[in-house]
Nanobody
């Protein structure tokens, strides 16, 4: 399974970005997926997760109300729409896929995920 994240860049505080994650090598649309991020000098942390069908989403408190996770299973692509960005959102963002299919459980731990993309850097200037 290969996950290719893209869409990162430099944006001013208050701005928006949309990250994409293209999956190949298997039908990732069949599995729950998520986004994580890692800021310089910090551990990788959970950002958002979405069920295999897209009907269930969950967010970290720090991004709730500002970020939206979605997926297009026909295109085998995961998205993260980020709005009202803050300097503290600066990090490398990683998409990841589980090997589980569940419409009700939110997978928020790193250990829940089996496949990871290479990351895309988001820098928010103040």
């Amino acid at each position: 399974v290969q996950l290719q994240a893209s869409g990162g860049g430099l944006v001013q505080a208050g701005g928006s970005l949309r990250l994409s994650c293209a999956a190949s090598g298997r039908t990732s649309s069949s599995y729950n997926m998520g986004w994580f991020r890692q800021a310089p000098g910090k551990e990788r942390e959970f950002v958002a997760t979405i069920s295999w069908g897209g009907g269930n989403t969950n967010y970290a408190d720090s991004v709730s109300g500002r970020f939206t996770i979605s997926r297009d299973n026909a295109k085998n692509t995961l998205y993260l729409q980020m709005s009202n960005l803050r300097p503290e959102d600066t990090a490398v963002y990683y998409c990841a896929s589980t090997s589980r299919r569940n419409s009700y459980v939110s997978y928020t731990r790193l250990s829940d995920y089996d496949f990871w993309g290479q990351g895309t850097l988001v820098t928010v200037s103040s």
